[in-house]
């Protein structure tokens, strides 16, 4: 059985960092493709960062790039995210995500196979 485990959300002023980690167990994890995607309130789930072997490296949705960094412990199967100067609009709650196939991208949500519970991450002004 796949699990994912977040940790490391909570509450932050603007400017401030933060950083997220994900445990995962139940698959093959170096094989995978893992990523993180957010949802905030009355929003849709979006696509954040991930790992993508066809790329040959990471990918960033626009709104983070520069400011958030994706990396991978594969020893430890975990996941990170570590974001840096967040803002306001980062609020949101944020996942783990795990595709459906080894080697296969996870830039959209209908990618996805496996989900972690979510972890809150609220940025004050």
């Known amino acids: 059985q796949v699990q994912l485990v977040e940790s490391g959300g909570g509450l932050v002023q603007a400017g401030g960092s933060l950083k997220l980690s994900c445990a995962v167990s139940?698959?093959?994890?170096?094989?995978?493709?893992m990523g993180w995607f957010r949802q905030a309130p009355g929003k849709e789930r979006e696509f954040v960062a991930g790992f993508s072997w066809s790329a040959g490296g990471t990918l960033y949705a626009d709104s983070v790039k520069g400011r958030f960094t994706i990396s991978r412990d594969n020893a430890k199967n975990t996941l990170y995210l570590q974001m840096n100067s967040l803002k306001p609009d980062d609020t949101a709650v944020y996942y783990c995500?795990?595709?459906?196939?080894?080697?296969?991208?996870?830039?959209?949500?209908?990618?996805?196979?496996?989900w972690g519970q979510g972890t809150q991450v609220s940025v004050s002004s």
């Open positions: 995500a795990a595709p459906r196939a080894p080697f296969r991208g996870a830039t959209t949500v209908t990618d996805i196979g496996n």
């Open positions: 139940g698959l093959t994890f170096w094989n995978y493709d």
